[in-house]
């Protein structure tokens, strides 16, 4: 990874912070983006005295604003002049309703649409900077999930934390694939990946049931440095590079994703949603 230039959304805690500790070990320019600046600080100070490593750097995204996303992406390109590898790795999990700023539903704002509206961003950056490499972190949660367009905008009557996380989870998927259809022999890979149930702050962010519940089994979980290991792999083997357009397990192997993950219909309907959504497209 030496020379290598790495951004990593929600990269000052948990899976994304080991991640960059690991990719920055490894010699690679590692870019943590994250909403908290305080936090983020205190992270790029911790992930540099770990990984022994002064190229790490630090940018400033609410992923709940894509006013936001467009910056973090215009910055980028202005202090960078390439993008080997883009790491959607940044997710919430919320137990009440909640809109972003442009008015989605807070997970599939921040946990896709936010993602997409800055990996067609850095589009153009990434190609050129080929062979490079897409990552996204998404959930065998995804197994539950079912798109509901109709719940991607409004305030429903019932609303269901879990199941909203699952559809943002299997979007996560359904984007993984589209892209890397559409990037097919560009050397651009894209793939997605299951972290394992990890050990963070995640769920305790989430409402007093979920936070209650995550609190419970968090002693069964495994830690962030192990969740992160899939990220690593993706991000920066050599073997890894063979792939795109997978969903890979924890162990750092390729899985069969759903049946709705691999219904290439409802990635295009995504898609084409996703678009109109962000005000982006993709430029073949």
Request: one cysteine or more; glycine letters at 6%; proline letters at 2%.
């Amino acid at each position: 990874m030496e020379d290598k230039v790495v951004l990593i959304t929600g990269g000052n805690a948990g899976i994304g912070r080991e991640t960059a500790i690991a990719l920055a070990k490894q010699g690679a320019q590692v870019v943590i983006a994250c909403r908290n600046m305080e936090k983020g600080s205190a992270a790029l100070v911790d992930i540099k005295q770990k990984a022994k490593s002064e190229k790490v750097d630090l940018l400033e995204c609410d992923l709940s604003k894509f006013e936001d996303v467009r910056n973090l992406a215009k910055t980028f390109k202005s202090r960078y002049k390439r993008l080997d590898v883009l790491l959607n790795n940044a997710g919430l999990i919320v137990s009440e309703h909640a809109l972003t700023k442009d008015e989605y539903e807070m997970q599939i704002g921040v946990n896709h649409l936010a993602h997409f509206l800055l990996t067609l961003s850095l589009l153009d950056l990434i190609r050129q900077s080929a062979p490079a490499r897409i990552v996204s972190v998404a959930s065998k949660a995804h197994y539950d999930g079912r798109i509901s367009f109709d719940r991607f905008k409004g305030r429903p009557k019932k609303y269901s934390g879990l199941k909203s996380y699952a559809q943002s989870k299997l979007a996560n998927v359904l984007f993984t694939r589209a892209l890397a259809k559409r990037l097919e022999g560009t050397a651009v890979t894209v793939n997605c990946l299951h972290p394992g149930v990890v050990r963070t702050q995640i769920g305790n962010k989430s409402g007093w049931f979920v936070s209650m519940m995550w609190s419970l089994i968090k002693p069964f979980m495994i830690s962030a440095e192990k969740g992160a290991r899939t990220s690593v792999y993706l991000a920066s083997s050599p073997e890894a590079a063979q792939f795109t357009g997978k969903y890979f397990d924890e162990k750092q192997q390729v899985k069969e994703p759903s049946p709705q993950a691999l219904d290439d219909d409802l990635a295009e309907q995504l898609w084409a949603y996703s678009e109109q959504a962000t005000g982006t497209q993709f430029l073949s």
